[in-house]
């Protein structure tokens, strides 16, 4: 509920603060006074987009400030996901620059203009000659009737299923579309793979290779050269060993005659046993080396076989190739979870969409049984406003196929005359027709749902006095159980308020500006009296002024 409105330097306003209770509150003031200029200020604090044009005075800042109590409205989750402090009584306030900048706030906390405007449709609703859009608008049909249904919990239940719904077909879409690509490449990241997987590619091996090609080409060479090592060091009548076998003897000789010719010995005894050895070592490798065309023809086959892998996929080591080899066997795992993953979605969907069919058939039904109970409603409400051969007519049919509203398509169809055919709303129903419908659908929408503060902005234009009287009935019914505030330049309306604002322009020096005050009792009759008549009100003005307030 908005209780506070305080506007500082905006349009014609200087200064300017209005208090506003429970009930229907009425604004009057002669044309042109300024009551549009509270709905300018009040759409600021909304969301609104401002200008400097819109500024009293051009060198000073603007600031549009509104309180509202919200203690009933469920807003607690609004304003922890938009990380705002949570307060029953919310402060929003604007303040728009000489230069132009715009600054919004919710509770002292800045914010966007998106935030403010989301947090202001759900607590302020402005119906104006533009809001019978709403009555084409699937979205407003379906409320109104799921208010009178009772089934507003069951289709949030609904929405919540299909929401998800929607969200695992996306899903499967999605999965499918990966499905698809990857079985397009499946069959060449699978022959990659088996050709890396045959090649037994280990870190080291293309050295390894490299040197056992060597080897076998120039195995003759290596063999010749060996033998003739051998041979010079232990074969034949002149060979290193045996010469070094009468060094040693020699030197043995010698060695008991000083400490340095015992090392000369013994140095000489380790190199003679080293050299026995490597003869071993020699002679052993000699035999390994074979002529051996057909392990040559192998080893060159994988060298080739690497060689040609290395440069097919731009690399250069082992590592590399095997880093390739496990994100391929990556991919073909990916594959294989995809399928899982397809399948486990297709399941979801299966149980999900029996449990949206389930609670859409529920809705459906509910649906179909109030219809006939909206349309008495709004028949009798429409009677009472002068207009007694209009018809409302709800058209739900089903669908085959569930939608974010369930199973059902709507329509609201209307006719204002006898035995005329119903057509959909805005191809039959004028301007004014239309508005006093939307004004009976909202009163309806009063009884059943919390709506938020509504603000009527002349609903009464183009009306009969009579009429006016019985829409101001209707707006002072919705006071009971909201706040309704609303414009109007009847006297009959204007008597329907429990509380009565006055616009009113000043002029001060060189400058016009607008005001706005409560008014007392008397003052309200002195209001009234005034509408009743043209001039000073008459003493029977005054007297019709006591009797409507009165009635």
């Known amino acids: 509920m908005l209780q506070n409105l305080r506007?500082?330097?905006?349009?014609?306003i200087e200064e300017t603060e209005v208090r506003l209770n429970q009930g229907l509150t009425v604004i009057t003031g002669e044309t042109g006074a300024g009551k549009s200029i509270l709905l300018g200020a009040l759409g600021l604090t909304l969301g609104n987009r401002a200008d400097v044009s819109s500024l009293h005075d051009k060198t000073k800042k603007c600031i549009i400030?509104?309180?509202?109590?919200?203690?009933?409205y469920n807003l607690k989750s609004f304003f922890d996901s938009n990380e705002l402090d949570f307060?029953?009584?919310?402060?929003?306030?604007?303040?728009?620059?000489?230069?132009?900048?715009?600054?919004?706030?919710?509770?002292?906390?800045?914010?966007?203009?998106?935030?403010?405007?989301?947090?202001?449709?759900?607590?302020?609703?402005?119906?104006?000659?533009?809001?019978?859009?709403?009555?084409?608008?699937?979205?407003?049909?379906?409320?109104?009737?799921?208010?009178?249904?009772?089934?507003?919990?069951?289709f949030s239940d609904y929405k919540k299923q299909?929401?998800?719904?929607?969200?695992?077909?996306?899903?499967?879409?999605?999965?499918?579309?990966?499905e698809l690509q990857a079985k397009k490449e499946l069959?060449?990241?699978?022959?990659?793979?088996?050709?890396?997987?045959?090649?037994?590619?280990?870190?080291?091996?293309?050295?390894?290779?490299?040197?056992?090609?060597?080897?076998?080409?120039?195995?003759?060479?290596?063999?010749?050269?060996?033998?003739?090592?051998?041979?010079?060091?232990?074969?034949?009548?002149?060979?290193?060993?045996?010469?070094?076998?009468?060094?040693?003897?020699?030197?043995?000789?010698?060695?008991?005659?000083?400490?340095?010719?015992?090392?000369?010995?013994?140095?000489?005894?380790?190199?003679?046993?080293?050299?026995?050895?490597?003869?071993?070592?020699?002679?052993?490798?000699?035999?390994?080396?074979?002529?051996?065309?057909?392990?040559?023809?192998?080893?060159?086959?994988?060298l080739d076989k690497l060689n040609r892998l290395l440069k097919k996929h731009g690399v250069n080591t082992e590592e590399e190739l095997l880093a390739i080899k496990d994100e391929i066997e990556t991919k073909l795992q990916k594959f294989s979870s995809l399928e899982l993953s397809i399948e486990k979605t297709n399941k979801?969907?299966?149980?999900?969409?029996?449990?949206?069919?389930?609670?859409?058939?529920d809705l459906s039904d509910k649906r179909q049984k109030s219809t006939a109970g909206i349309e008495q409603n709004i028949k009798t409400m429409?009677?009472?406003?002068?207009?007694?051969?209009?018809?409302?007519?709800?058209?739900?049919?089903?669908?085959?196929?569930?939608?974010?509203?369930?199973?059902?398509?709507?329509?609201?169809?209307?006719?204002?005359?006898?035995?005329?055919?119903?057509?959909?709303?805005?191809?039959?129903?004028?301007?004014?027709?239309?508005?006093?419908?939307?004004?009976?659908?909202?009163a309806l929408l009063a009884e059943r749902t919390a709506l938020p503060t509504i603000i009527f902005d002349e609903i009464d234009t183009g009306v009969s006095g009579d009429v006016a009287d019985k829409i101001g009935n209707i707006l002072f019914a919705m006071g009971k159980t909201m706040q309704v505030i609303t414009i109007t330049h009847l006297p009959q309306m204007a008597s329907k308020g429990g509380n009565h604002l006055f616009v009113y322009k000043s002029d001060n020096k060189d400058k016009t500006t607008s005001s706005i005050k409560q008014l007392n009792k008397d003052e309200r009759i002195a209001e009234i009296a005034k509408m009743l008549s043209t001039g000073t009100p008459t003493e029977t003005a005054l007297k019709n002024a006591k009797e409507l307030l009165n009635a």
């Open 7 to 12: 506007i500082q330097n905006f349009a014609l």
């Open 65 to 72: 400030e509104a309180q509202f109590n919200i203690k009933a």
């Open 87 to 154: 307060e029953e009584l919310t402060s929003i306030r604007r303040e728009i620059t000489p230069e132009g900048k715009s600054r919004a706030f919710i509770n002292d906390t800045p914010t966007t203009l998106n935030v403010l405007k989301e947090l202001g449709d759900q607590l302020i609703d402005i119906h104006s000659q533009h809001e019978t859009l709403l009555l084409k608008e699937t979205n407003f049909q379906f409320e109104l009737v799921d208010a009178f249904a009772q089934t507003t919990q069951l």
């Open 162 to 178: 299909f929401s998800q719904l929607t969200k695992l077909k996306k899903q499967l879409e999605e999965l499918t579309a990966q």
């Open 187 to 302: 069959d060449y990241f699978q022959f990659q793979f088996n050709e890396l997987e045959e090649a037994a590619i280990k870190v080291g091996v293309q050295q390894q290779l490299e040197e056992e090609s060597e080897t076998l080409e120039n195995a003759e060479f290596i063999k010749g050269n060996l033998s003739k090592s051998l041979l010079a060091i232990n074969g034949g009548d002149e060979n290193i060993v045996s010469a070094l076998a009468l060094v040693k003897q020699q030197l043995q000789s010698v060695s008991k005659f000083g400490k340095q010719f015992n090392e000369l010995f013994e140095r000489v005894n380790s190199v003679s046993i080293e050299l026995k050895e490597l003869a071993k070592d020699i002679d052993a490798c000699e035999e390994d080396v074979v002529y051996d065309n057909v392990r040559l023809e192998e080893v060159n086959t994988q």
């Open 348 to 361: 979801e969907i299966v149980v999900l969409e029996k449990q949206c069919k389930a609670l859409a058939k």
């Open 382 to 442: 429409l009677t009472s406003l002068s207009m007694a051969n209009a018809q409302f007519k709800i058209d739900l049919k089903p669908l085959d196929s569930l939608t974010s509203n369930g199973l059902d398509a709507i329509s609201f169809l209307f006719t204002a005359n006898k035995g005329a055919d119903f057509k959909e709303l805005h191809k039959t129903a004028s301007g004014g027709e239309l508005s006093r419908l939307m004004l009976c659908l909202k």
